[in-house]
Every structure is written in C-alpha cells, then in structure tokens.
Nanobody, 119 residues
Framework: QVRLVESGGGLVQAGGSLRLSCAAS????????MSWHRQAPGKQRELVAV???????NYADSVKGRFTISRDNAKNTVYLQMNSLKPEDTGVYYC?????????????WGQGTQVTVSS
C-alpha cells in the first residue's frame, strides 16, 4: 500500500518560515520524481517545486529564491523549506510521487497539509 504523509504545515506570519515533510512508503522512493503542489481556495492546484529521481530541481517562478525542495532517499522523505512566506502562499500543500517508465506513468498524492500565512 502506497502512503504519502505530509506534515509541518501551520499558521505563520508573513516573513516567517515553515518546513514541510512528506514521508513515503510502499514505493521505490529513489525511482520517483517528488514534487510539492498547492491549492488555494477557489483556485486550481499548482506545481510549487519538483525534485527528480536524477536529482534535478525546478521551481515555480512565484517561489524561486524563497523555497527549497530537497530529498533524502535513505529516509524516503522529501522536504520543502519555505522562507519569506507571503499571504499568497496560503493553501493546502500536497506531496506527489511520480514514476515514469516506457510502459506507463504512476502517480500518488498525499492528503495535504494546510499552510496559512497571515499578513
């Protein structure tokens, strides 16, 4: 059974920091691209950051220079360090694991963790 469990969300003032964690089980973690997505009320879910199985990272323009994604393959965990938080960063943050092969792509989502940034 695949499980992705996010933690670390909460309420923080603008300018503050949070560190999200996503612990994975039931997958070969190192074979998966791991990403963080967020969804604000009334808006579509959007990609925030991704770390590939090969170690590359990419970020949404809105978080570049403020957020850092990292992964620990030994712990099957991906992190999102969020600094200089803004009210517009508020939303539910979801972890996603995605593995692509020639035959198919398999993706799994976590249940989400709420991040609220007050002004």
């Amino acid at each position: 059974q695949v499980r992705l469990v996010e933690s670390g969300g909460g309420l923080v003032q603008a300018g503050g920091s949070l560190r999200l964690s996503c612990a994975a089980s039931g997958i070969i973690f190192s074979d998966n691209d791991m990403s963080w997505h967020r969804q604000a009320p009334g808006k579509q879910r959007e990609l925030v950051a991704v770390t590939t199985s090969g170690g590359r990272t990419n970020y949404a323009d809105s978080v570049k220079g403020r957020f850092t994604i990292s992964r620990d393959n030994a712990k099957n965990t991906v992190y999102l360090q969020m600094n200089s938080l803004k009210p517009e960063d508020t939303g539910v943050y979801y972890c996603k694991a995605e593995r692509r092969t020639i035959l198919r792509t398999t993706a799994y989502w976590g249940q989400g963790t709420q991040v609220t940034v007050s002004s």
